[in-house]
């Protein structure tokens, strides 16, 4: 076996990793599809679906910091690792697959091209799934990836946080706009993201299956 080819896991370990991947990238459909009615009545629980920057703003002011920071940091660092062990167990067939389930294009490719130089940079500061992929991909030491993607993320969700406390006025008013109207919202926010992933689905369809390999037991 040709010693630089990236070491692949068994079926077991992929589809593990597979399943969690799909239950997490669930959550995050659901979370934002039900967005409306969480930040109003559940915001603990929008930030364990969902926590995208917008998230992370509104619920500021309504999540006390402990938890605020424990469940965000969980649930934005949930996927991260997988992303990572995908890239160190398949390399380019990685690369491939995270490109056609969640697009790239030529932006995918700049971040290619410049990642020997900025791969650290981008781990900290915007550690999305093809970030991730390509720092397993690129062989990036684990725990270096594993400092950086906590530090950065850590230092993230302390700086909405501190936005929304600066900004108090202004996200409590558009959490009541959302509040008085949470039914007309929350139903466009569900027709709007079943058509959204519908759209994805037509556009990029299936991506690509990894292979797998036994274990060498």
């Known amino acids: ?31 934002n599809a039900l967005a409306p009615s969480l930040v109003v009545s559940h915001p603990l629980l929008l930030l364990a679906l969902n926590t995208t920057t917008r998230h992370l703003v509104l619920t500021s002011t309504s999540v006390d910091f402990v938890p605020y920071l424990v469940v965000g940091l969980g649930r934005r660092l949930l996927e991260d690792p997988l992303l990572f062990l995908l890239g160190r167990w398949y390399g380019d067939d990685a690369i491939g697959w995270v490109e056609a389930k969640l697009g790239g294009g030529r932006g995918l490719r700049w971040v290619q091209r410049h990642f020997h130089r900025i791969g650290w940079l981008l781990v900290a500061v915007a550690p999305g799934g093809v970030v991730c992929v390509l720092a397993g991909a690129s062989r990036m ?59 994805r689905r037509r556009r990029r369809g299936a991506p690509p299956a990894l292979p797998s390999e036994p274990d060498a037991r």
């Open 1 to 31: 076996m040709d010693e630089h080819r990236p070491r692949r896991p068994g079926r077991r370990r992929l589809v593990l990793v597979s399943v969690a991947l799909s239950v997490v990238a669930a959550s995050a459909v659901i979370g």
């Open 141 to 199: 030491r684990t725990v270096v990836f594993l400092v950086l993607n906590l530090g950065g993320t850590v230092a993230t969700i302390v700086l909405l946080r501190r936005f929304g406390d600066v900004f108090a006025g202004p996200v409590d008013a558009a959490v009541d706009v959302v509040a008085d109207n949470v039914v007309v919202l929350t139903g466009i926010s569900v027709a709007l993201t079943v058509a959204l992933v519908l759209s």
